[in-house]
T-cell receptor, first 107, second 118 residues
Framework: DIQMTQSPSFVSSSIGDRVTITCQAS??????LAWYQQKPGKAPKLLIY???TLQSGVPSRFSGSGSGTEFTLTISSLQPEDVATYFC?????????FGGGTKVEIK | QVQLMQSGAEVRKPGASVNISCKAL????????VHWVRQAPGQGLQWMGM????????DYAQQFQGRVTMTSDTSTSTVYMELRRLRSEDTAVYYC???????????WGQGTLGTVSS
C-alpha cells in the first residue's frame, strides 16, 4: 500500500495568514491526489482532486499543487471557517490511502 | 441534490456483527461506486472497501477480507456494509461515500457510530 505522510500534524496561524500543508507519498504516482476538509463531528468534504482542481463551491483561497511524491495544499488567507483537519488521499492506486491529517487552528 | 443517508448508531458486544445501511438520493444509483471509510475516535481515515451497485461486484481492503461484506439493493438505492467478529478496535464512525474519477469521494454520508463494548 502507498503510505501518505502529512506535515505538519498541527498548524496554528492568524487570520489572513498563508497556510501550507505538505503530503508525501511512499511511491510516485501521476496526480490523482485529493484533499479533504473535516470539521469536528462532520463527514469529510472533498476540496481538491487531481492535485489542483477545486471541487465545485470551494473558495478560491484553497489551492493544490504537486505531482509524483510531493503535494501541497495552500490556504492563501486563513479564515475562521477554515478551522478543521485536512487529509490528503491518493486516489489512483488500489487501495486508496489517506494521510494522517493536519489540524488547523486560529492563533 | 445528492445525499447519502446512513442508519443510526449501533452498539455491539465483541464477537457480534453489525450491519450499516447507506441510502443514495438525488443521482443515478447504479452509475457510481459506493465506498466505506471508517474513523476510529481521534484517528485518521481508513478505507474499507467498495461496491459497484450495478452488478454488485466488490473489492475489500486486505485487513477486512473475510470479515466484511458489502451488498447493494437497486430497488431501494441502498448499500449495506456488514462487519463480523467485532472487536473493541472496530469502534469507529463508519462513513459511506460516493466514488468518482478513480477513488475520489465527492459525497459522504453523515456517518454512523459503531461501538463495540462488553
Amino acid at each position: 500500500d502507498i503510505q501518505m505522510t502529512q506535515s505538519p500534524s498541527f498548524v496554528s496561524s492568524s487570520i489572513g495568514d498563508r497556510v501550507t500543508i505538505t503530503c508525501q507519498a511512499s511511491q510516485g504516482f501521476y496526480n490523482w491526489l485529493a484533499w479533504y476538509q473535516q470539521k469536528p463531528g462532520k463527514a469529510p468534504k472533498l476540496l481538491i482532486y487531481a492535485a489542483s482542481t477545486l471541487q465545485s463551491g470551494v473558495p478560491s483561497r484553497f489551492s493544490g499543487s504537486g505531482s509524483g511524491t510531493e503535494f501541497t495544499l495552500t490556504i492563501s488567507s486563513l479564515q475562521p471557517e477554515d478551522v478543521a483537519t485536512y487529509f490528503c488521499q491518493q486516489a489512483t492506486i488500489f487501495p486508496p490511502t489517506f494521510g494522517g491529517g493536519t489540524k488547523v487552528e486560529i492563533k | 441534490q445528492v445525499q447519502l443517508m446512513q442508519s443510526g448508531a449501533e452498539v455491539r458486544k465483541p464477537g457480534a456483527s453489525v450491519n450499516i445501511s447507506c441510502k443514495a438520493l438525488g443521482y443515478m444509483f447504479t452509475s457510481y461506486y459506493v465506498h466505506w471509510v471508517r474513523q476510529a475516535p481521534g484517528q485518521g481515515l481508513q478505507w474499507m472497501g467498495m461496491i459497484n451497485p450495478s452488478g454488485g461486484s466488490t473489492d475489500y481492503a486486505q485487513q477486512f477480507q473475510g470479515r466484511v461484506t458489502m451488498t447493494s439493493d437497486t430497488s431501494t438505492s441502498t448499500v449495506y456494509m456488514e462487519l463480523r467478529r467485532l472487536r473493541s478496535e472496530d469502534t469507529a464512525v463508519y462513513y459511506c461515500a460516493r466514488g468518482t474519477d478513480g477513488y475520489n469521494f465527492d459525497y459522504w454520508g453523515q456517518g454512523t457510530l459503531g461501538t463495540v463494548s462488553s
